[in-house]
């Protein structure tokens, strides 16, 4: 079985990479990812918001030079070195989910970074690693009638409403939000709904709280079952294969057709 390195379980951000295909799970699972400038304000931005350390700021602008290779060097092990400018982001951009009034609702009298490990779709699952990265972000028992929820804050490069919701099915956040509620059921946690807390990472921060619905919900189960079924399959031959194992033809696209023809008129 092919699984995360340090717990040997199944985690979301390697999961989703089936979506691609088996070989990128594997990919994923087996190598450091990549940690991107928005990863790095998020990453802070999420530290000051929810409480926790975990990052070194540096007193310089630039991730290259004989100064970064310093403070790189003077970096403690297993920390985050962001620069000046991707602290202010990451300031900003928690400050703003705290001042907003939405936000704060819903996240007031939640339990911050809560690690967690189930069993689900026939996988030993996991949502953070202990001393490593958090796992539900906010999860809130139901009070005053209100169900209870999970929310998860995102850092991202816009929170208009109708880019965001492009955005969430692109990352596959409502199949996040699935993982994320399951897991909470298979534990029985007190969570019925899930919610995005969303702040662009660039000034003025504007924030956007989005509650995912019932049928959205489905939509990425429908996802985790899709997924989680080509792992087990996978799993079992000990096969990783990429997007396809036979020969593709190359057909002509519908908007290609009757090109050669205009083509040909016009020499």
Do not use: N
């Not at 929810?50 to 004989?66: L, N, Q, S």
């Not at 297993?78 to 705290?98: F, I, K, N, P, R």
């Amino acid at each position: 079985m092919v699984r995360h390195p340090v717990d040997g379980r199944v985690h979301f951000s390697e999961l989703k990479e089936l979506r691609k295909s088996p070989v990128h799970y594997k990919y994923a699972c087996e190598t450091a990812r990549e940690i991107t400038r928005p990863m790095r304000v998020g990453y802070v931005s999420d530290r000051i918001v929810f409480g926790g350390g975990g990052y070194e700021v540096a007193e310089i602008d630039a991730r290259r030079g004989k100064a970064w290779d310093q403070a790189m060097a003077a970096c403690p092990p297993g920390s985050m070195l962001v620069t000046q400018a991707e602290y202010a982001d990451a300031c900003g951009a928690a400050q703003a989910v705290l001042a907003d009034p939405i936000a704060r609702a819903r996240l007031d009298g939640c339990e911050f970074q809560r690690v967690m490990q189930w069993e689900s779709y026939g996988l030993r699952c996991a949502a953070g690693i202990a001393g490593e990265r958090g796992g539900f972000d906010a999860w809130c028992r139901s009070r005053d009638g209100t169900p209870g929820y999970i929310a998860d804050l995102k850092t991202t490069a816009s929170a208009d409403p109708d880019e965001l919701a492009r955005h969430v099915y692109r990352m596959c956040w409502h199949a996040q939000a699935a993982w994320y509620l399951d897991g909470a059921k298979a534990l029985c946690l007190d969570a019925a709904e899930f919610y995005l807390i969303c702040v662009e990472a660039s000034p003025p921060h504007p924030v956007t709280v989005l509650r995912l619905p019932e049928p959205v919900i489905e939509l990425g189960r429908r996802a985790l079952r899709l997924w989680t079924e080509r792992l087990r399959a996978c799993d079992q031959a000990d096969v990783w294969p990429g997007y396809v194992q036979s020969e593709v033809e190359l057909e002509v696209p519908a908007w290609m057709q009757g090109e050669g023809e205009s083509v040909g008129a016009t020499e």
